[in-house]
């Protein structure tokens, strides 16, 4: 019997639907978000095989703006291009304005301490 997705899967997957249209997180941003900070290879494969079309992989990325390699690149890149996203070849431009890292009011008051 195939086991289900662990804990950390299903935060991977919920960190993912919080990145906003036309914005972009990390690898490492969902795993730092999902409790597992230097677990980006884990998020990549988690991202790799999600067929829920709901969740919107497409949003997650390498490091430093790039596309990354663990899905279909063209149409990684067509999703966020009708997001508005904009390229310079595989990078994202202005990545650093459009890189999400889950700092919201929200985030913020559940990590600080007790």
Not at 39 to 47: H, K, S
Request: proline share 6%; with cysteine.
């Amino acid at each position: 019997m195939l086991a289900g997705p662990t804990t950390f899967a299903r935060r991977v997957v919920a960190v993912t639907r919080s990145i906003p249209r036309g914005r972009v997180a990390t690898y490492g941003d969902v795993a730092v978000l999902a409790g597992r900070p230097g677990a980006a290879r884990a998020v990549g494969n988690i991202m790799a095989h999600c067929e829920d079309p709901t969740i919107p992989c497409h949003r997650v990325i390498a490091a430093g703006g790039d596309l990354g390699g663990y899905t279909d690149l063209v149409r990684k890149k067509q999703q966020l291009a009708a997001e508005g996203v904009t390229f310079s070849g595989r990078r994202i431009r202005q990545f650093r304005e459009l890189r999400w890292t889950g700092d919201t009011p929200a985030t913020l008051r559940r990590r600080r301490p007790v």
